[in-house]
């Protein structure tokens, strides 16, 4: 089959590799229909995740059609449609029975894409496949779907549950990526008073505000001149989406007294923490690897239309398009893109 091969850093080629197989009891093969690109594949290719391995297929979000299953899984057959989860959870270890899957020390965690072959491919094996898919509903296509795979649960486990938004907060988000694009509209079930985006690319502030930002400021500047005027000590909770040095601390520095940070980007150098002006601030700082415990959470939301993700999905590809969509999404500033996915040679058009 064809599949993105990491090749090292800097370097990613579309070429053949074996078709998957099962290995475990456990393990299901699903065709590949719809695929996304993640911020995370993209610092894994700046070299900013050693782990992963020169020759791993890429990709970690995928819905797709079962087409095997190994003789230990029960809740799934060939012809299910499914959503592959971007964290494996095994289902036995302590996290797993506690539901931080992202912590799985039985194998699962986040290894799609990272430790085995991902799901930018034609086909993928899924391991621990009864914990680590579901059964998609009729109402959901495939594009939307495949954004429950990682983003959405990112975007709230990470940012906004950990962030604690609560009704009447004023929270800001630190990048209109995808993923802090995602984290407006589900900070929005939570009735903030407001919402403040910063973003330089002026395509991603409206998107923001498409979605329901009260706020979008362009820089640091902008966001330090707002909270001058309009808040007396800072935000309640700053949500950090982008994953650099510069947009951490100014979420550290913007954050009142007994305020939240919560951490959702992917850092690949390390950030100043300065504790000489935090540590009497009472500031509660939280990072974290999505579980994806809230999925069927938001699936079931996303199916009655209780969340709504206008315009997210920028761009579409065939799955043999991939180094183009590579490409767009790497220069987002320039293209406009947000989320792009690339469907496979036998998606089902009707559900795309």
């Not at 621990?128 to 959405?152: G, K, N, Q, W, Y």
């Not at 604690?164 to 802090?180: H, N, R, S, Y």
């Not at 640091?220 to 510069?246: C, K, L, M, Q």
Request: hydrophobic residues 40%.
């Amino acid at each position: 089959m064809k599949a993105l091969v990491y090749d090292g850093p800097g370097s990613r080629k579309w070429t053949d590799v074996p078709d998957p197989v099962v290995r475990d009891a456990e393990d299901a093969i699903v065709r590949v229909d719809a695929v996304t690109i993640c911020g995370t594949d993209l610092h894994i290719l700046k070299g900013d995740v050693p782990s992963v391995a020169p020759g791993t297929v890429l990709g970690h979000e995928a819905v797709g059609v079962v087409e095997q299953t190994g003789p230990g899984v029960r809740d799934f057959a060939p012809g299910d449609r499914v959503l592959i989860s971007c964290i494996s959870s095994c289902g036995r270890c302590r996290y797993c029975r506690s539901g931080s899957y992202g912590r799985c020390t039985g194998g699962g965690g986040w290894v799609l894409g990272h430790l085995i072959d991902g799901t930018q491919a034609e086909r993928v094996r899924v391991p621990f496949a009864d914990h680590s898919m579901h059964h998609l509903p009729r109402e959901i296509d495939d594009v939307t779907a495949v954004l429950l795979a990682d983003i959405l649960p990112t975007s709230y486990e990470v940012g906004v549950r950990n962030g604690e938004v609560g009704p009447g907060d004023t929270v800001l988000i630190v990048g209109a990526g995808p993923i802090g694009l995602a984290a407006i509209a589900t900070a929005r079930l939570y009735s903030p008073l407001r919402i403040v985006v910063v973003d330089p690319a002026e395509s991603r502030r409206k998107a923001a505000e498409a979605l329901g930002a009260d706020v979008t400021l362009a820089d640091a500047e902008e966001a330090r001149d707002w909270v001058r005027s309009n808040t007396t000590d800072g935000f309640d909770v700053s949500i950090e989406a982008v994953g650099i040095p510069e947009t951490f601390e100014l979420c550290a520095e913007l954050v009142r007294p007994c305020g939240r940070v919560a951490n959702v980007g992917v850092h690949g150098r390390s950030a100043v923490l300065s504790l000489e002006s935090l540590w009497d601030r009472d500031v509660t700082i939280t990072t974290g690897l999505v579980d994806t415990s809230s999925t069927p959470m938001l699936m079931s939301m996303l199916a009655a239309g209780r969340i709504t993700l206008p315009d997210l999905v920028t761009h579409r590809f065939g799955l043999a398009e991939i180094q183009e969509a590579y490409d767009i999404f790497a220069d987002a500033q320039d293209t406009g893109a947000m989320k792009v996915v690339m469907l496979g040679d036998e998606a089902d058009l009707s559900r795309t």
